[in-house]
């Protein structure tokens, strides 16, 4: 297998890209008319229903959208693996990456708002992210 050697630069200069093509899709991974569900999720104490929520929200999605987030999740999670050489936790990824895989219906959006919900919607991005492999990929 072929292994491409990057110094940090070139690193950072890929996942900007990353992040300038998610913000730029017609329509973000998890579906603007989800949003303020993916925001409550977070407010849900029990862990377990908790997750259950997420993970019906994460099938609510079209199967395109639910292959592209789980392998960009699967991605994430491994990279994160490795935090004590790249300084990137999953709360680092979740941080960064919560912007553009969950947007704010028009409707909706204030600065307050997007700046109140992204607290929530990095965590329940962080859920996502570790527990990806408890995720199917479509309702067959």
Do not use: W
């Not at 950072?12 to 303020?36: I, Q």
């Not at 859920?127 to 492999?133: A, C, E, G, K």
Request: proline fraction near 7%; charged fraction near 20%; glycine fraction near 2%.
């Amino acid at each position: 297998t072929y292994q491409a050697k990057m110094d940090d630069r070139d690193v950072h200069e890929v996942a900007s890209l990353l992040k300038g093509f998610l913000n730029r899709l017609p329509v973000p991974l998890c579906l603007p008319t989800s949003y303020p569900q993916f925001v409550s999720a977070h407010a849900i104490r029990n862990v377990d229903t908790r997750f259950q929520k997420i993970k019906n929200l994460f099938n609510g999605l079209p199967n395109a959208n639910k292959m592209v987030l789980l392998h960009l999740l699967r991605h994430l999670h491994k990279v994160a693996q490795h935090s004590k050489k790249n300084k990137m936790t999953v709360s680092s990824f979740a941080t960064t990456f919560a912007p553009v895989i969950f947007k704010c219906p028009k409707e909706l959006d204030s600065p307050l708002r997007v700046m109140t919900d992204q607290p929530a919607l990095a965590a329940v991005l962080a859920t996502l992210i570790s527990y990806h492999h408890l995720l199917p990929l479509s309702q067959e």
